[in-house]
């Protein structure tokens, strides 16, 4: 489908297709008075809009967002594949050195930087091909975080006025993201460096990913990376376990653990310099593991949990250690965004408050359904299963 169409098989055609244009036309003009006020030049503007047109396929990128959401297990398949673990580790062994040199120059673990790099871009072969002014421009004016990418659209026309991009070669995610690492225009403009000293940040090379590589090293030992220190391990979780303490808010020390009978599956000892949270990304039944304060960096990345899990766990196979020993649990296909408003509704109605139903699962929805379990004599592991979501229908 042409990017300069707001169409989509014909279904928006005619008049709406018309009104559409008109408005984003009107949009636009505003938006530009909005730019000259923040300082941009109305020469940058003429040249970043010049062929700027209403994106179709970002705007259906953005309002169907996909309605059943993968499990943990269906996710960290995917982000950890063999092949992908093959190819981290060819990079590894090809950019040896350099990678010692952005170890020495940012402090960042060689293999968590693959592992961000393999989940973000697939070392560089899926950088998104999106003209990331219009992707921008268009979610500015209709998509679900307006504000929020009306101000990364003037940061990305920032980018293009300092002269490191044309904006024809600015290209990448229809959400906007850029290059190897995948950064939005602001953390480009925040933690982006010029690693192999060619007088530009280019972290979009395909030839070359040190400038990707080093920004992502850099924007990680800005949020507090722990050279040398681990982002998790898998661990055993005794019978008997209050599930109520696994909850990435309570951390504990590795004296604390062992003592509640927590021990690395493969025998290693917890350590003790670093508190560790207990994370069941399949509930009771699933793998367990005890995460460090690397795990919240990685979240400082990406806020997801899945996300950390499955970067941690590429960048650990790629260096050659061990797939994830338990077992996942077969819990039925996962609940859609749909089910889980009516799992929140149902529990909201019942008493175990998870704040909005907004089909997001939260702090406060694991909590709510915690309480729940406990009720009615379940393992509190907070995890939305189907079975539950079935005994509440």
Known sequence: MSSRNYQKNGAKCGRSDENAKARFST??????????????????????????????????????????????????????SPSRIAKGAARRE???????????????????????????SDFGSVMGTFPVIEALATLAFDGRRRDFAEGELLQAIRIVESGEFAPESLAGSWAGAIGHVQFMPSSFLDHAV?????????????????????????????????????????????VGFDFT????????????WRLAGVTAIDGATLPENDDAAILLPAG??????????????????NPSNAYALAVGHLGDRIAGGEPIRVAWPDNG????RTEIRRLQSKLNDRGFDTGAADGVMGPNTAAGIKRFQSAIGLPPDGFPTRPLFDWLK
């Open 27 to 80: 949009w636009l003009r505003e938006f530009r008075t909005r730019a000259l006020s923040h300082g941009i030049a109305r020469s940058t503007l003429e040249t970043v809009f010049r062929n700027v047109t209403l994106n179709a396929e970002v705007i259906d990128a953005d309002r169907h967002q996909p309605e059943h959401v993968l499990g943990p297990d269906s996710y960290l398949a995917r982000i950890a």
């Open 333 to 336: 296909p996962p609940l859609t």
């Open 284 to 301: 009771a039944a699933g793998p367990a593991f005890a995460v460090f304060r690397n795990f919240d960096v990685i979240r400082s990345y």
């Open 194 to 238: 010029d690693f192999d000293g060619d007088g530009r940040r280019n972290i979009l090379d395909p030839a070359s990913p040190l400038d990707a590589l080093a920004s992502a090293a850099n924007y990680l030992a800005e949020a507090g990376w722990r050279f040398g220190a681990r982002w998790g391990l898998e661990v055993h979780i005794p």
């Open 245 to 256: 303490l696994a909850d990435p808010a309570i951390r504990n020390s590795g004296t604390t």
């Open 94 to 120: 090809r950019l040896r050195d350099d990678l010692v040199r952005l170890e020495t120059a940012f402090g960042v673990d060689r293999d968590i930087l693959l592992g961000i790099w393999g989940a973000e």
